[in-house]
């Protein structure tokens, strides 16, 4: 199965601070909680096209 690079946006600042490598088949986008270095904050982190 191929798996495809996906970027982790912050939704406060909008800076793609994660990359991950997820299955092509998901349907629903990935939302984590995870540090931005730019906010200096835990913020919700959403997957980009």
């Known amino acids: 199965m191929a798996q495809r690079k996906i970027a982790l946006a912050c939704s ?3 800076s ?3 990359t991950i490598a997820a299955s092509a088949t998901r349907t629903t986008r990935l939302e984590v909680k995870k540090f931005c ?3 200096g ?4 982190h959403r997957e980009t096209r």
Do not use: D
Request: proline share 0%; with cysteine; charged share 25%.
């Open 41 to 44: 904050k835990y913020t919700l």
């Open 12 to 14: 406060v600042c909008g």
């Open 16 to 18: 793609r601070n994660y």
């Open 37 to 39: 270095k730019h906010c």
